[in-house]
């Protein structure tokens, strides 16, 4: 789909956004802010039954499919204490955390709240020990000025992050405790958000904001946002979780197309005049017999392990399961996704991708035939598991197909890599929030306003003649500095090593030289701040030419338990000017004369292979290559 019309479409998005704060301790105790990578002991927890209240089916649901799992803690020595364990009533909310969520409040245009009230939410996924999450608005009804339109912004909430996940396996999830507890600012905007990029660029100029304070946590996973998303006729989705930045525009773009291409669903089959009720009389057959000496491997392994494979017929419905709702999304995976998480069944086949998968025509025949399915019109499924959860997975296939028939079901979606997106679970109706009883509310006073006015995140335009004036940096590459997630990181490491190397070099390693290598596809995100940092060191100490940096940061990423110097020693990386790399280029052409005589530009890759032997890691193959080719010419030149 190339061009959707926002305002046609009547788009509204509104952002939340999490940002860590770089508190001394944690929101209900003295822990520690910090991550750690040791394990600490462990503990096991099951979680608690929740009250039941009326209106609550889905958290009830998913209480009940939750049951049978098992959560494990790693409790980390010196980053835990009884009240993340749970088995101590939090302490006093941490008045700095309040101070710095006073001071962006106020930044935003937002009104404080005179008294600061705790409540309860609550977590259905282990991820807090407690079974609920702390939370407490500390300003309301701002707005925030981006590119001449003021976007409101609703609340602004101090809340206490969650543990991390650690691993998953079958029904058994291990979290560390480490990050449970530090606080979290959340800000809510409205809805009033029109277009893709206009997300990107307030989530942009909120991010930056929350930097400009100095008092937030960086690196990746420090800031989520979640994306409330909905078009006329469609309904609200919420994308969960979105890390990074960059992906914002496209995961607006596709959930419209999504929301777009479900509505057609819709259309589709009221204009085949299929009625909903029909699907309940949809019966499963065993095709177990057809499959016996079935190519799918997929079919194989399952009646090998003594599986069954049930169909079912779809009536009316050829060629709905195929449609693509969003890119290689086809409407039969989004269904698939709601099987797995309601059933635990890992997906199905249905008619519209097939033959394929091992699946052959001669097979589709078969099916066709045993569940009297018309060619021309009906769609079939195939299901292999136990039989029970088999006929379970069909419950859930017919309930997805019949919440077509409205259009698009409020759900709760997690971001792929692509900027696709995919089912996560329902969503909860209004969350409901109850008072936290054991802290007592905390009243925003003066002491608190004082020290929010010293955290007031410092305007661009100061910080913006501090890049220009103070390191030197052209206005376009201090725009793009304040811009880029490592503000804060960039400016230390310019106080630090900007006497020695160039600020405008230091400047480039992020927002040239990073993020070049992201759009080459290099997985960046194994880079540390120290990694970076031990790099800039090097500069520093002359072990390394700059030409040298894209190397090392792509071998950083390659092999992330390597040490910068580990890297350096491995490749030989030593400082080499380009004088020197051009004298053993000449070198090399001089003493393959007769080659370049008789191969003539061809003899390039040859040549190319001697020189690099010699130069990886001292300087860029890019510039080796410009050596190489303007020596050779030289010589062909003269022949
Ligand atoms: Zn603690």
């Not at 690196?219 to 998303?229: E, H, P, V």
């Not at 971001?415 to 802290?439: L, V």
């Not at 661009?460 to 490592?486: F, H, Q």
Request: net charge neutral.
């Amino acid at each position: 789909m190339d061009s959707l019309d926002y305002s046609k479409l009547k788009l509204k998005v509104g952002l939340e956004i999490h940002q860590q704060l770089d508190t001394k301790s944690k929101l209900f105790c003295s822990c520690p802010t910090s991550l750690v990578e040791e394990s600490g002991k462990e503990f096991e927890r099951s979680l608690r039954p929740t009250r039941s209240e009326t209106g609550e089916v889905d958290i009830a649901a998913l209480f009940e499919w939750r049951k049978g799992r098992r959560y494990r803690y790693q409790a980390p020595e010196g980053h835990y204490c009884m009240v993340e364990a749970d088995e101590e009533p939090p302490h006093e909310m941490n008045r700095e955390a309040v101070a710095i969520v006073a001071s962006i409040a106020l930044a935003l245009n937002s009104n404080l709240v005179d008294e600061v009230h705790t409540m309860r939410k609550i977590v259905i996924d282990g991820s807090n020990t407690s079974g609920f999450q702390r939370t407490a608005i500390i300003a309301l009804n701002g707005y925030i000025n981006v590119n001449g339109k003021e976007h409101g912004i609703e609340t602004i909430a101090l809340e206490e992050d969650a543990a991390r996940k650690v691993s998953e396996e079958g029904r058994s999830i291990i979290y560390k405790l480490d990050r449970l507890g530090i606080p979290l600012i959340e800000i809510a905007t409205s809805p009033d958000i029109a277009s893709p990029k206009e997300a990107r660029d307030v989530a942009l100029a909120i991010g930056r904001l929350l930097r400009l304070t100095g008092r937030v946590k960086r690196g990746l996973g420090t800031i989520r946002q979640d994306l409330n998303i909905s078009i006329e006729g469609g309904a609200k989705t919420e994308v969960k979780g979105v890390q990074k930045l960059d992906l914002i525009e496209k995961i607006v773009q596709f959930e419209v197309e999504r929301q777009v291409n479900l509505l057609k669903i819709k259309d589709e089959l009221s204009k085949r005049n299929i009625k909903k009720e029909e699907l309940d009389s949809i019966e499963a057959q065993d095709l177990t017999e057809i499959f016996i000496n079935t190519k799918s491997k997929v079919i194989k392994s399952k009646i090998n392990s003594g599986k069954k494979v049930i169909g079912a017929r779809l009536p009316g419905l050829k060629g709905i399961l195929g449609i693509e709702i969003m890119p290689n999304r086809r409407f039969g995976k989004e269904i698939a996704d709601y099987v797995r998480f309601w059933s635990g069944v890992e997906g199905f086949f249905h008619s519209d991708e097939l033959p394929r998968y091992g699946i052959t025509i001669d097979e589709m025949e078969k099916v066709y035939s045993k569940l009297n399915a018309d060619r021309d019109k009906d769609a079939f499924v195939i299901i292999s598991d136990d039989y029970e959860k088999c006929l379970k997975a069909l419950r859930i296939i017919i309930n997805r197909i019949k919440m077509a028939f409205e259009g698009v079901p409020e759900e709760t979606r997690s971001a792929n890599e692509d900027g696709t997106t995919k089912y996560m679970r329902p969503r909860p109706g209004k969350e409901r929030m109850y008072p936290e009883t054991d802290i007592p509310p905390l009243y925003i006073g003066d002491a608190i306003l004082k020290e929010a006015e010293k955290i007031k995140p410092e305007p661009l335009e100061v910080k913006m003649r501090k890049l220009v004036e103070k390191y030197g940096l052209s206005r376009e590459l201090a725009e793009k500095t304040i811009n880029d997630v490592n503000l804060g990181f960039i400016e230390e490491l310019l106080d630090k090593y900007g006497d020695k190397v160039q600020p405008t070099l230091i400047a480039s390693i992020f927002v040239n030289i990073i993020r070049g290598l992201k759009s080459k596809g290099v997985n960046i995100d194994l880079l540390s701040e120290k990694k970076i940092e031990e790099i800039v060191r090097l500069l520093y100490e002359k072990k390394i030419s700059k030409e040298a940096i894209e190397d090392l940061l792509i071998k950083a990423c390659e092999k992330p338990e390597y040490s910068v110097q580990d890297i350096v020693n491995m490749i030989g990386i030593g400082t080499i000017s380009i004088e020197e790399a051009r004298s053993i280029v000449r070198d090399i052409v001089k003493n393959n004369r007769d080659l370049i005589v008789s191969k003539g530009m061809r003899s390039i890759n040859i040549l190319m292979g001697k020189a690099m032997s010699r130069l990886r890691g001292k300087i860029d193959g890019k510039t080796v290559s410009e050596l190489v080719n303007n020596e050779v010419k030289k010589i062909l030149n003269n022949v």
